[in-house]
């Protein structure tokens, strides 16, 4: 059993908690960090761990094995490089930052010290992604042609304050909150974007904002894309995937229709699965066997060159290409 701490116990620390305390056979959190430790109190004993406001004196405790960061991502670089520093393997919530070379120094930190490190894009993890996944790498659809994606949430009208309503941490709309999963889920299918032409168009500044960011991108084989999350209508996920032998569209959680040249389209419904703790469950494994983490460092730093590049299409109103 890993002994982990916890540091921010926002509505995502307390998520994480939840996904794992009591249900893991691996994770198990014994003390947690917050600001506002009085607003967490009865979280904290419920879920049976200690709370403190120092985050040196938590990732220190030679009880604590791991170490999960549910901060704001300007704190990510430095705490993660604090706790591999100390030789215990970290899991980072996202974003990891806001640019590439920033995401670089903390996977760069955690490199040089050999710890697991863990980044949590857990939509790659539902039950429909997980087998859209699979039907691309299988070859089933073909060499990969076209994806097309969509995150919307209503979050924005729900999740008021903090890093979402600042331009500075939370740039480009809604596609730093909602569409980096949406980036994630094109590199993961499709692997490293290229260039990217993207747009903002905003109806209402935060609080309760209202925008749509949207983005046509190249990938480095060749093939293309577009993604798009919009504040703040009904949740919505899609990501379809357009082959040289047929398409594959994941819909929600659970469902996946796949479409072969001649066929008719089959749909198939999978069990729901709590993606995030799927995800937390493949950190810790990787920390008790060396098995792999679920998300490569390659790819969180392609995720975070893509984004960069897509504020910088933004900004400027012309396409971009990505650093790497």
């Known amino acids: 059993m890993i002994n982990a ?19 893991s056979p691996r994770l198990h959190f014994i003390r947690g960090v917050s600001k506002e430790p009085e607003t967490v109190a009865d ?8 709370l403190s406001t120092d985050f040196d004196a938590a ?3 030679p009880r604590v094995q791991a170490v999960f960061l549910a901060t704001p991502h300007s704190l990510h670089v430095q705490q993660i490089s604090a706790v591999a520093a100390l030789g215990k393997p970290v899991w980072s ?18 490199q040089k010290a050999g710890v697991v490190f863990g980044l949590g894009n857990n939509k790659r993890c539902f ?20 994806v097309e994606a969509n995150f919307t949430n209503e979050h924005s009208t729900r999740v008021l304050g903090g890093w979402r309503d600042d331009p500075n941490e939370s740039p480009g709309g809604g596609m730093t909150g909602a569409g980096l999963h949406v980036i994630d889920a094109l590199v993961n299918l499709a692997g490293p974007i290229a260039s990217v032409d993207a747009k ?8 309760d904002p209202r925008d749509a960011a949207t983005a046509l991108v190249q990938f480095a084989s060749g093939a293309t894309g577009v993604l798009a999350t919009v504040r703040a209508a009904p949740a919505y996920w899609r990501v379809m995937v357009f082959g040289t032998k047929g398409w594959a569209e994941a819909r929600d959680e659970t469902v996946l229709t796949t479409a072969l040249v001649g066929q008719q389209p089959e749909t198939k419904v999978y069990p729901a699965v709590d993606s995030l703790g799927v995800l937390l469950e ?19 730093l392609d995720v975070v060159g893509a984004f960069e590049a897509i504020i910088k299409s933004m900004e400027q109103s012309a ?4 650093m790497r």
């Not at 903002?200 to 609080?207: A, E, G, H, T």
């Not at 493949?282 to 969180?300: I, L, R």
């Not at 396409?319 to 990505?322: D, G, I």
């Open 5 to 23: 701490a916890v540091i921010g116990l926002g509505r995502w620390g307390k998520n994480i908690v939840e996904s794992a305390q009591g249900k």
């Open 43 to 50: 979280f904290a004993k419920a879920k049976g761990f200690e």
């Open 59 to 61: 990732i220190a405790d």
């Open 93 to 110: 919530e996202k974003p990891l930052a806001l640019t590439r070379a920033e995401a670089a120094k903390a996977v760069a930190a955690t």
């Open 127 to 146: 039950a429909s992604m997980r087998e859209l996944k699979r039907v691309v790498a299988d070859g089933i659809i073909g060499e990969v042609m076209h």
């Open 200 to 207: 903002l168009f905003r109806q209402k500044p935060p609080p």
């Open 282 to 300: 493949s950190f810790a494994e990787a920390v008790e066997t060396g098995k792999p983490f679920a998300v490569t460092a390659d790819d969180m």
């Open 319 to 322: 396409p971009v290409k990505v």
